[in-house]
């Protein structure tokens, strides 16, 4: 990872969502799991898909396209659950994130990346934390944490202090 | 922090809680000379350990409040109450050194000095005993005897942080001594790790005091050093002329001399005194290679929980094997898989007792809060504990702290009468604080009873009625009354003080208990006493439920709270006038969970009711279909869905697929109309 970092690349994991395409940092992910039963938590936000059983643990999976406001689709044999591992104030936190499909490892070169236009963004802003051209389309590089964290439905501050 | 700090910091808290039962105990039995030592040697180890770590203000502290209790060891100070509180405060006051950047908190620097200065006037004598306790010294007329000690330091002594120099000067306070160093383990310089102690030492000493102060001046390095101390005899051979001279010849700083060796000079300059009776050294005491039991190993609660999740594991994938071999029905696979789950269930059984500790951890914290409480408020009570060998879950020995604090504040304050008082009423004069635990079935009970004033009904009754509880005609028996203090913002004192009675109370404690699974409740009879009773599941962590399905997902229902299951058809519900229902000669209001779980997919033909214990009264939650009991193993869902609280948990099924537990008190009360048990009433 260091490495990586002093010689200005990065590695990132694509997926597609709708006709988008989004990276996030691969050092985030855990693995990718084929779509399998969700058990839905009653009363649940609905972007909230439910939980899965992964290896023993209980696993919330969010509908990356429903937090997007992306119209609802069926599943297919591409549908996959990325699960991930993210550090927040050094406490780890597990989730799971409902994806249409996932594309390829990307490594990219941290000076290729270029923030995200402020204005005319179909998504917040702030979720984005850069843009990668690749041929004619743009893939949008998420900050994931923020994703989550903006919502107050997944109070991770107070998840911190219990 | 580095690692090796946490280590000690946990360490550290170990030790104090270790110090304040030992202090709690003394109290009761200050002649204990045991009990005096132990206590001595905690702080000694404190002390020693802090140094180490670089905290210096807990080892300037430790060595104050040690030197009192050296005064104490050797009779030359008495415990006294006040000696008691101050100890007992500086507990406190390590434990907040403890946090690393306490020495910037004025706070804290401000009671350091307070206390030191305390300290120190007690070391000089302003709480000297009277002449007469002081324990009689040893005799004026000394006899002096010549001993000869072997220490051999571990080569790691070093690292424990012992200076095994200090330890050879220490015999300086013992009398005339002469040390004579030897280095025959001493490898060559490049192989020479300077972190290791390679020297060892024979000492002479000439003494009037007994071979256990000299094993004192080891007594905490027993287990880092090999020693041999043995009586050369009667008199002072360092005052022999020959016998030094002799020594001097033998003396090579690469080889022991050796007690036979030194024997042989004694015998020489005996026999050439022409002294008849030899010395015959006894070997009185040898230390070497003693071996402590380990009887517990330190682990730290991830491993556990770790070992936990992987057994919970190993208990589904069994669930999931045994379908499979019920499914083909093959002889042997049966009897394997039949095996395995009797291995299973027993390995589950006993990784989950690794997690329960006995009772007893939380009592010093009780014993002290009587102790302090009391004082406070004049008034004089006994703390009695029984059943604290009952082993319970960590976690929830951790969270049934508070609530029982928040019992035994309000039995001080509210309960236990004043001495003046408790005389009028012809009772003792001490009043008493019961705690008892016990098992019952697949619960564990603690009961804390205090023989007080007791709760007078009416008076809560009134006071429910003026804070508009309940209304003024509201026909309540005894027991319904006594659950009003389970209310929010309840109270009856009339005065608020600092230790109860800001109305933040016993519906604390009742939630805190709920949130362990757990029942309260008040029995309370007036001027005998109030016995407040908590009924506990044994684990966390299992539970036995009821398997039910709604909607093609799988829900789990608390056996415990399981009152009966009736089967209806689908119309019936819908027609039913008032969501009551007609079972077993009287009406029961159901929750139509489909409706409120907002699920839309076609509803069968026949349903299920679930009929669910809340409170007094009995509520139905509607099923598609109860597939039975079973055993789950509780997980948590995380903080994703905090907010859904009707949901407890989940378990995972033996197919691999989750199933959550639901809370049915939660689902009641948040799906209900609050007139909803009225009409049942």
Partial sequence: MIMEKESGFQTYLSFQLNTEVFAINVAMVLNILEMKHITRVPKAPDYIKGVINLRGTVLPVLDMRIRFGLPEMVNTVDTSIIVLSLDFNGEEFRIGILVDAVKEVLELKSAEITPSPTIGSKYNSDFIEGMWRQNDSFIMILDILKVLTSDENIDFCDMVEE | MDNFKRKFVEEAHDLLNELEVVLLKIESDSENKETIEHIFRIMHTLKGNSAMFGFNLIDQYTHQLETIYDLIRNGK??????????????????????????????????????????????????????????????????????????????????????????????????????????????????????????????????????????????????????????????????????????????????????????????????????????????????????????????????????????????????????????????????????????????????????????????????????????????????????????????????????????????????????AGVRKKLGKEKQGKIIFKAYYSGSNVFIKISDDGAGIDVNLIRQHAIKKGLIQQDAALNGKEILDLIFLPGFTT??????????????????????????????????????????????????????????????????????????????????????????????????IYLRKEFEITSPVPEIEQIVVIEYGDSKIGLTVDKVIGEYQAVLKSLGNTFRKQDIISGATILGDGTVALVVDPNKIISQFTYKNLTNINN
């Fill in chain 2, 493 to 590: 004192s009339e005065n608020i003080t600092k230790i109860s009675g800001r109305g933040v109370g016993m519906d604390v404690v009742k939630r805190k208990i709920s949130d362990l699974r757990g029942e309260v409740s008040v029995e309370t009879k007036i001027n005998s006493g109030t016995t407040i009773t908590i009924k506990l599941p044994l684990t966390l962590s299992i539970i036995d439920g009821l398997l039910v399905e709604i909607d093609k997902a799988f829900f789990v229902i608390p056996l415990s709270s399981v009152n009966k299951c009736f089967e209806f058809k689908h119309e019936t519900l819908v027609n039913a006038v008032n969501n009551l229902i007609f079972i077993n000669d009287g009406h029961i209001p159901f």
């Fill in chain 2, 77 to 418: 100070m008495i415990i006294t109450s006040d000696l008691m509180d101050l100890t007992l405060a500086s507990v406190d006051h390590i434990r907040n050194l403890l946090d690393e950047d306490a020495g910037s908190k004025i706070e804290i620097t401000t009671t350091h000095s307070i206390l030191l200065k305390k300290i120190s006037q007690i070391i000089e004598g302003k709480n000297l005993p009277a002449a007469g306790i002081k324990l009689d010294s040893s005799p004026e007329v000394e006899e002096l005897k010549t001993y000869y000690v072997h220490f051999k330091p571990n080569p790691e002594i070093l690292s424990n942080g012992t200076n095994p120099l200090y330890l050879v000067e220490d015999f300086k306070a013992l009398g005339e001594y002469l040390p004579l160093p030897c280095m025959e383990l001493l490898p060559a310089l490049d192989e020479l790790d300077p972190e290791k102690c390679f020297t060892s030492w024979e000492i002479i000493l000439v003494t009037s005091e007994d071979i256990d102060k000299i094993n004192e001046i080891f007594i905490f390095a027993e287990d880092s050093c090999t020693l041999d101390i043995q009586e050369l005899g009667a008199g002072n051979l360092l005052a022999d002329q020959s016998f030094c001279s002799r020594l001097k010849e033998s003396v090579s700083l690469n080889k022991t001399i050796g007690i036979q060796k030194i024997q042989e000079i004694i015998v020489s300059r005996d026999s050439t005194k022409e002294k008849g009776d030899t010395l015959k050294p006894q070997n009185i005491n040898d230390v070497s290679n003693k071996l402590k039991n380990i009887s517990s190993i330190r682990v730290s609660s991830e491993k556990l929980d770790e070992l936990i999740n992987l057994v919970s594991e190993l208990v589904t994938t069994q669930a999931g094997l045994s379908l499979i071999a019920e499914k083909i029905n093959e002889k042997e696979l049966l009897a394997v898989a039949e095996d395995i789950e009797k291995l299973s269930r027993r390995l589950r059984d006993n990784t989950f007792g690794i997690r329960l500790i006995p009772v007893e951890n939380m009592i010093t914290r009780f014993q002290r809060l009587v102790r302090e409480l009391s004082h406070e408020l004049k008034k004089d009570i006994a703390f009695i504990a029984e059943g604290t060998d009952i082993e319970m879950d960590k976690t929830m020995i951790e969270g049934l702290i508070d609530p029982i604090m928040h019992i035994i504040r309000n039995s001080i304050d509210h309960g236990i009468e004043e």
